[in-house]
């Protein structure tokens, strides 16, 4: 099957529905203005040429799209309940993150809501552990930076940050944030509200534990010139130890470092 979808992009809007007990047909238009694809209902190859043609154009083009469930009307009602801080960052993040990263990261702030709240034990445990099973390579690591407060900050300073790069591409951040919470186990944020000793520790711990168990490296990630510089101050005290090799990137004005400690 050829997927091409060059002349509905520019004209419709797109909602992608994945309802698993759906008896439809695989592609319908409703009210001449909405392509409605059960995706349940095709191919891994298919769905694959649908994500690289619809979904990765729209995020590109800075428009929506919605991949809804059985759950949504669920999400929309817990959503409607979020303090209003949390909905402007759910603004502030809509069409600058990936459709699957922005969903995980409605979900984690209602896990962070519940928390706040001191709401049940065990119902804030099955709201994390739904989201840790649905999206198990993110899940777990974005309730958890969510919770330390990093898409409050970290990630708008981030965003911010690299918007005022002459080549700035919007995926290359939504790629960058993926691979800063993938890798949230091997990381080091380097910031203003740690002293120095406190860092370091943070990293010698991190390094003995990873050696211990052959994870391989580490990573730390400064943004903003004054991290950057307390970034470099690290990695010197570990310049002459033969056992680890130091991989690092900057952009060009030296206010965003993501380095890598090799051994």
Same mark, same amino acid.
């Given at each position: #099957?050829?997927? @091409?979808?060059? !002349?509905?992009?520019?004209?419709?809007?797109?909602?992608?529905?994945?309802?698993?007990?759906?008896?439809? *047909?695989?592609?319908?238009?409703?009210?001449?203005?909405?392509?409605?694809?059960?995706?349940?209902?095709?191919?891994?190859?298919?769905?694959?040429?649908?994500?690289?043609?619809?979904?990765?154009?729209?995020?590109?083009?800075?428009?929506?799209?919605?991949?809804?469930?059985?759950?949504?009307?669920?999400?929309?009602?817990?959503?409607?309940?979020?303090?209003? /801080? !949390?909905?402007?960052?759910?603004?502030?993040?809509?069409? @600058?993150?990936? $459709?699957? #990263?922005?969903?995980?990261? =409605?979900?984690?702030?209602?896990?962070?809501?519940?928390?706040?709240? /001191?709401?049940?034990? @065990?119902?804030?445990?099955?709201?994390?552990?739904?989201?840790?099973?649905?999206?198990?390579?993110?899940?777990?690591?974005?309730?958890?930076?969510?919770?330390?407060?990093?898409?409050?900050?970290?990630?708008? =300073?981030?965003? /911010?940050?690299?918007?005022?790069?002459?080549?700035?591409?919007?995926?290359?951040?939504? =790629? *960058?944030?993926?691979?800063?919470?993938?890798?949230? $186990?091997?990381?080091?944020?380097?910031?203003?509200?740690?002293?120095y000793a406190q860092i370091m520790g943070e990293v010698k711990f991190k390094l003995d534990k990873l050696k211990k168990y052959g994870a391989g490296k580490l990573i730390l990630h400064g943004l903003s010139k004054t991290n950057v510089k307390t970034t470099l101050?690290?990695?010197?005290?570990? =310049?002459?130890?033969?056992?680890?090799?130091?991989?690092?990137?900057?952009?060009?004005?030296?206010?965003?470092?993501t380095a890598t400690l090799i051994f």
């Amino acid at each position: #099957m050829d997927v @091409k979808f060059g !002349d509905v992009l520019s004209n419709n809007k797109i909602t992608l529905f994945d309802f698993s007990k759906r008896t439809g *047909k695989v592609v319908e238009v409703e009210d001449s203005k909405k392509l409605i694809i059960d995706i349940g209902k095709l191919k891994p190859d298919t769905q694959k040429q649908i994500k690289e043609q619809i979904l990765d154009k729209i995020i590109n083009q800075e428009d929506e799209a919605f991949l809804t469930d059985r759950s949504k009307a669920n999400t929309e009602s817990i959503r409607r309940n979020l303090p209003k /801080k !949390d909905d402007e960052l759910l603004m502030f993040y809509q069409g @600058k993150l990936s $459709p699957t #990263m922005y969903k995980v990261l =409605e979900g984690a702030l209602v896990v962070r809501n519940a928390v706040n709240k /001191k709401e049940d034990i @065990k119902d804030i445990r099955d709201l994390k552990w739904g989201i840790s099973r649905q999206y198990p390579d993110i899940g777990n690591n974005m309730c958890n930076l969510v919770q330390r407060g990093y898409f409050d900050e970290h990630f708008q =300073e981030l965003y /911010k940050s690299m918007v005022e790069e002459d080549d700035f591409n919007i995926v290359v951040y939504q =790629e *960058k944030v993926k691979h800063i919470v993938k890798s949230l $186990p091997y990381i080091v944020f380097v910031d203003q509200y740690r002293d120095y000793a406190q860092i370091m520790g943070e990293v010698k711990f991190k390094l003995d534990k990873l050696k211990k168990y052959g994870a391989g490296k580490l990573i730390l990630h400064g943004l903003s010139k004054t991290n950057v510089k307390t970034t470099l101050e690290i990695l010197s005290e570990y =310049e002459d130890d033969d056992t680890i090799r130091i991989q690092k990137e900057m952009n060009k004005a030296e206010s965003i470092i993501t380095a890598t400690l090799i051994f």
